[in-house]
């Protein structure tokens, strides 16, 4: 999950969005500018975008739809009925590297930025998937 190029205009544009739903009620936005690409493979939900790769366990999908995206930025969203939680990103060795705290809206804006190539695993709550950083 990475972060998409901020706009250069000063208002945010609207975008198209890929959202993925979990059975838990939260959510992943991925802004179309990221491109993503959809497949399945092995019991995952593979979202391709431009520069990593995420599995999501089609075990705890609910559904994903599409939608506008006010700002550029993979993001996300807790379940309405939860406390936003801080999203925490490990490298495989089970190290913590990141800890991205939600904003007001309940929302955490995702990054890999500054980090280095290879897997790592993103948890928010009690709903963890891997992603590889191209």
Do not use: C
Request: aromatic share 8%.
């Amino acid at each position: 999950m990475l972060l998409a190029t901020v706009a250069a205009a000063a208002a945010p544009r609207a975008d198209t969005a890929l959202i993925v739903h979990q059975k838990s009620g939260g959510t992943v936005e991925y802004a179309f500018s990221e491109k993503p690409v959809v497949t399945y493979a092995d019991g995952y939900l593979v979202i391709s975008a431009v520069d990593a790769l995420t599995y999501y366990p089609l075990s705890n999908l609910q559904k994903f739809t599409f939608a506008e995206l006010s700002d550029q930025w993979t993001r996300i969203v807790a379940p309405a009925d939860q406390k936003p939680q801080p999203t925490l990103i490990y490298n495989v060795g089970g190290m913590l590297l990141r800890t991205l705290e939600p904003s007001d809206d309940g929302s955490t804006p995702a990054s890999l930025d500054g980090l280095p190539a290879g897997t790592y695993i993103i948890k928010n709550g009690n709903t963890s998937y891997k992603t590889i950083k191209r």
